[in-house]
């Protein structure tokens, strides 16, 4: 398995793409940087600056992905693309629970998500209290991406145990 | 539930994604500082960050042991660019002793989409490959200085980054052991 991993990299028809390793390394710079300029004064961390820079990205990327993609007919169809390619292409895998009260709330669901799935051993609360900051950027992400679909929604992530989280995606009716 | 539209292709996604990410990085700091050798600064301290890390990806994944020689170090780090940012640069110009050459790209993934305004003309905007560089170095207990001399973000043809090697880290003798 391992074997084939190396292999697929070493493919010398892949030209001028990234390794996915990178783009986990530049997420946590990202994410330090972010810290080192939110003032701590409250306990609270700072994560905007985090979620805007997703949110960027997000925009961005949705318009480059969805190019050569029929039209969604809804909603929960948009919802529904996020889940499974976007989520896969991403972040490797699809969500694996998606719910819905069909009033504009969804709730996404990711057992093991990407940017959560080497902080420290699976099941262990040591490192749920700085989770938020790993999480920020996806949230902005998704928000970004709903928008250019033309979604505008808030974003928020919650975990209760490493690897699994939830995003919860708020539809604002206009 | 089938559709019309072309299956997302993984691994040009995850590139576009770094990209994106870097772009939107790069902006921030321009937001954040006014000064843009503030902004050149930080993100080479980022690629530094980045580099003392990747070292260790490259070296589990090619398996490699110590350079004989820079000559050596070039190929490798050209061996790095190929593993990470699927590109090949080409290696030039060395000078007379050996001791610095030019790494040259034709592309480069972290510029695509990227376009410089004016008010930025002293932005370095892949600084952060210089820092990833060092780092990477550092951690193989080779000190090297690295700058861009030419940039295709500024109108020139190719991208020319040049890699000088300062001096070789000894082991530090852990204290009250000599």
Redesign the interface.
Known sequence: MKQQIIDSKANPNATGEADDCLFEYLHAELVNYVLSKSSNAEGEEELSRLEWMGFSVGYRIIERLTREWSRFKDELDMIKFICTDFWSSLYHKQIDNLRTNHHGVYVLQDNAFRLLDKVGTSNSKQYLKESPRLLAFTCGLLRGSLANLGIISTVTAETTTLPSCKFHVQVQKI | ?S???????????????????????V???IK?YENVEDVNK?LER?GY??GI??IE?FLA?TGSGRCYDFRDTAEKIQSGFK?????TPSITNWSPAGDEFSLCFE?N?LT??VELPDNCSNLKYCNILTGVLRGACEMVQMEIACWFVQDQLKNDNITELRVKFVKRLEDAIPAGED
Do not use: H
């Not at chain 2, 292709?9 to 590139?15: G, Y």
């Not at chain 2, 593993?83 to 590109?87: K, N, P, S, T």
């Open positions: 539930m559709r019309t539209g072309t299956k997302l292709d993984a691994k040009k996604v995850n590139s576009e994604l770094f990209t994106l990410t870097y772009g939107a990085l902006a921030q700091l954040d930080q980022m960050n980045i890390r990747l990806d994944r593993i990470f940012l699927g590109i592309t993934p695509e989409f």
